[in-house]
T-cell receptor
Framework: GAVVSQHPSWVICKSGTSVKIECRSLDFQATTMFWYRQFPKQSLMLMATSNEGSKATYEQGVEKDKFLINHASLTLSTLTVTSAHPEDSSFYIC????????????FGPGTRLTVL | GQQVMQIPQYQHVQEGEDFTTYCNSSTTLSNIQWYKQRPGGHPVFLIQLVKSGEVKKQKRLTFQFGEAKKNSSLHITATQTTDVGTYFCAGGNNAGGTSYGKLTFGQGTILTVHP
């Protein structure tokens, strides 16, 4: 089956530092990947749509300069949280939509970010 | 923007009882998807509904998509402890361009099953 990995699975960083999270589709190509944020016992909030070879599309209220997205290949998208602050602490999950598909998204296992 | 409301937020049932979660969108959807997230896990795709009035079954799970393509439900018959988790609906509106494949998730229903 289709597998999506995320790295790291958890990270603790100091306030003001930047953190990069990788999302990889391991056995399929994904022109489109999505980045979500999830708070405990809450829903997934779409942050941005990552498109291979073009700029990401951000949802309203999500700061582009704060959450940098790069989708450099058909199997890799990265999310960089710049100048992280405690309020950025959250569970970040990516999903990948196989190229040519319009239905099932495959989710990564998520990355737990804690900013001290 | 598009909003997807899901109720109830929590549901506690005895094993063997039925369970239903409901989803309502503020706008007409292209499709609706259902996902299950186990505690500590990530969302796993269950099904996608596309057609108006569509009903699909997966063993004890029955999924419905409303005639107006604005609401949906998931019904589980005779729950088992393995059904525990959070069930999310997610509405798709494939308007094309940057909206392709984009989903708006409902708040989710946390299901607990007491043996």
């Amino acid at each position: 089956g289709a597998v999506v990995s995320q790295h790291p699975s958890w990270v603790i960083c100091k306030s003001g530092t930047s953190v990069k999270i990788e999302c990889r589709s391991l056995d399929f190509q994904a022109t489109t990947m999505f980045w979500y944020r999830q708070f405990p016992k809450q829903s997934l909030m779409l942050m941005a749509t990552s498109n291979e070879g073009s700029k990401a599309t951000y949802e309203q209220g999500v700061e582009k300069d704060k959450f940098l997205i790069n989708h450099a290949s058909l199997t890799l998208s990265t999310l960089t949280v710049t100048s992280a602050h405690p309020e950025d602490s959250s569970f970040y999950i990516c999903s990948a939509l196989p190229t040519g598909r319009v239905d099932e998204q495959f989710f990564g296992p998520g990355t737990r970010l804690t900013v001290l | 923007g598009q909003q997807v409301m899901q109720i109830p937020q929590y549901q506690h049932v005895q094993e063997g009882e039925d369970f239903t979660t409901y989803c309502n969108s503020s706008t007409t959807l292209s499709n609706i998807q259902w996902y299950k997230q186990r505690p500590g896990g990530h969302p796993v795709f269950l099904i996608q509904l596309v057609k108006s009035g569509e009903v699909k079954k997966q063993k004890r799970l029955t999924f419905q998509f409303g005639e107006a393509k604005k609401n949906s439900s998931l019904h589980i018959t005779a729950t088992q402890t393995t059904d525990v988790g959070t069930y999310f609906c997610a509405g798709g509106n494939n308007a094309g361009g940057t909206s392709y494949g984009k989903l708006t998730f409902g708040q989710g229903t946390i299901l607990t099953v007491h043996p």
